[in-house]
C-alpha cells in the first residue's frame, strides 16, 4: 500500500481521470431512454429491456475485469476498458446519425457497456491496494465525489445538446473518453497484479459461492442497484409524461444528484468511517425508500427535485459502502475476484431496474402513478433489514472501523 502524501497523490491523479471519463459518458448516455422512446418510437416497456439488455453487457464486463485486475494488474484493465469504450461509443454516434435500425443501437450500446465496464473493477481493486481497511470507504466516498461532480454537469450540458443531435452527444463522449485515457496513461501509477503468475480459474471464480457472507452482500447488492436503478431510465420516463418535464429540466434533475453528493459526500463518509459499514448502508436504503416514494406522488419540477433529494442522501451513504465492505471480505490475492463479482451483483442489479421500471412505468403506472414507485420503496426496505441482519457475521476489521475504535 502506498503512504502518506505519494499514496494521497495518487488517488488525486485517480479522481480527475474518473471525473473526466463520467463526464463524457454523461453527456449523452442518460438519455438513450428519451432517443429509443421519443426519438424512435420504442414503446416503454422495449426500450427498458433494451437498456437491460445494455447493463447486462456491462455486468459481464464487471465480472471478467475483476479477474483480469488481479493477473495483468488494475491500470492496464482501466487503460483497455477506456479504449474500448472510446471506440465503440464512437461506432454507436455514427449509427445514431445515420438511423441505423434500433436493435443496431442497442447492440453498440451493449459493447461499449461491455469493454467500459472492465473498468469498474479495476479501479476498486486499485483503491483496495492503496489505501487499508478503515480508510477504504473514505477513498470510495471520494470516488463517488469525483463521479458525481460530473453528473452536475454533463446531463445538463447533454440536456441542451439532446435539442440538436443525439449523435453529436455521443461523438462528444467518444470524444471525452480518448481524453481521459489519454490522461490515465500519464497520470495515474500501476499497482502491482495480484496473482502474476497465475492463470485464468473459471474454478475459483465458481467456488466464491462458498464465501456465505459473500455472496448474501451480493445478493443485497443487486437489490438496492434495482433501487439505484431507478434514478435515470424510470426516472427520466416519468418526469416527462407526467410532470411534463423538458430535457433541459430532467438534466437538471440529476445536477441536482450530482451537486448533492458533490457537498455532501466527503463529510458524510468521514462520518462513516466510525460506524459500520453494515449500518450505514442499511440507514441508507431507509433514505431510499422515503424519497422514491415521495416522487410517486411528486408534481412538478420542484417535488420531483425534492424526491431526487432524498434519494442522492440514500446514495451517498450507501454507494462507499458496499465495495469498503467487499474489499475488506476479500483475501488480499483475490480482491479483483471479489470486486468483479461486486460489480457483477451490483450491474445486474442496475439491468433490473429499468427493466422492471419500465414495465411498472407502462402497467401499474398508467393506473395508479405512485404504485411503480411504493414497490420500489418497499424493496429498499426490505435491502436495509438485510445489511442490518449482515452485519451480525461481520468483525469490525470488515466492517471498516478504525484500529483505535475496534480495541474501545
Known amino acids: 500500500m502506498s503512504g502518506g502524501g505519494k499514496g494521497r497523490t495518487a488517488l488525486r491523479a485517480l479522481l480527475v481521470c474518473q471525473a473526466v471519463l463520467v463526464a463524457g459518458l454523461t453527456l449523452s448516455f442518460p438519455f438513450l431512454t428519451l432517443y429509443l422512446h421519443e426519438e ?15 447493463v447486462a ?45 434500433v436493435a ?6 451493449a459493447l461499449s457497456g461491455f469493454a467500459g465496464n472492465f473498468y469498474g473493477p479495476a479501479v476498486r481493486a486499485w ?25 452536475a454537469v454533463g446531463p445538463a450540458a447533454g440536456g441542451l445538446l439532446a435539442r440538436w443531435s443525439y449523435g453529436f452527444m455521443f461523438a462528444a463522449t467518444a470524444a471525452v473518453c480518448a481524453a481521459g485515457l489519454a490522461l490515465l496513461v500519464w497520470a495515474v501509477p500501476r499497482a502491482p497484479a495480484a496473482r502474476a503468475q497465475g492463470g485464468w480459474d473459471w474454478g475459483a471464480l465458481a467456488s466464491l459461492r462458498r464465501d456465505r457472507r459473500f455472496v448474501e452482500l451480493c445478493a443485497l447488492t443487486a437489490a438496492i442497484a434495482c433501487v439505484m436503478g431507478q ?39 468521514r462520518a462513516a468511517s466510525r460506524w459500520r459499514l453494515s449500518a450505514v448502508s442499511a440507514a441508507g436504503c431507509l433514505f431510499y425508500a422515503a424519497g422514491y416514494a415521495w416522487v410517486g406522488f411528486a408534481g412538478g419540477w420542484g417535488g420531483l427535485a425534492a424526491g431526487v433529494g432524498v434519494v442522492t442522501l440514500g446514495e451517498i451513504a450507501v454507494s462507499p459502502c458496499l465495495p469498503a465492505l467487499t474489499a475488506n471480505l476479500a483475501p488480499e490475492r483475490e480482491r479483483g475476484r471479489y470486486l468483479g463479482m461486486f460489480g457483477l451483483s451490483w450491474t445486474l442489479g442496475n ?19 405512485p404504485a411503480p414507485w411504493l414497490a420500489v420503496g418497499a424493496l429498499a426496505l426490505a435491502s436495509g433489514y438485510g445489511f442490518k441482519r449482515l452485519g451480525r457475521s461481520l468483525t469490525a476489521i470488515e466492517e471498516g472501523l478504525e484500529p483505535a475504535l475496534e480495541a474501545a
Request: glycine share 14%.
Open 40 to 54: 424512435r418510437g420504442l414503446p416503454m416497456g422495449l426500450t427498458g429491456a433494451a437498456i437491460g439488455l445494455t
Open 57 to 101: 453487457a456491462a455486468a459481464l464486463g464487471q465480472g471478467l475485469g475483476g479477474e483480469l485486475s488481479d493477473l495483468v494488474g488494475c491500470k492496464r484493465v482501466m487503460e483497455g476498458a477506456v479504449a474500448g469504450r472510446a471506440v465503440f461509443t464512437a461506432a454507436l454516434a455514427w449509427a445514431v446519425w445515420r438511423g441505423w435500425p
Open 104 to 109: 443496431a443501437v442497442v447492440s453498440l450500446s
Open 127 to 151: 483503491i483496495a491496494h492503496e489505501h487499508a481497511p478503515g480508510g477504504r470507504v473514505r477513498a470510495y466516498g471520494l470516488l463517488r465525489v469525483a463521479t458525481n461532480a460530473s453528473w
Open 231 to 269: 434514478l435515470v431510465a424510470p426516472l427520466s420516463a416519468h418526469a416527462s409524461a407526467h410532470a411534463a418535464l423538458s430535457d433541459a429540466q430532467i438534466g437538471l434533475l440529476f445536477t441536482v444528484n450530482g451537486a448533492l453528493v458533490v457537498a455532501l459526500q466527503h463529510a458524510a463518509t
Open 351 to 369: 439491468a433490473m431496474g429499468p427493466l422492471l421500471g419500465g414495465y411498472g412505468f407502462q402497467w401499474a403506472g398508467t393506473r395508479w402513478i
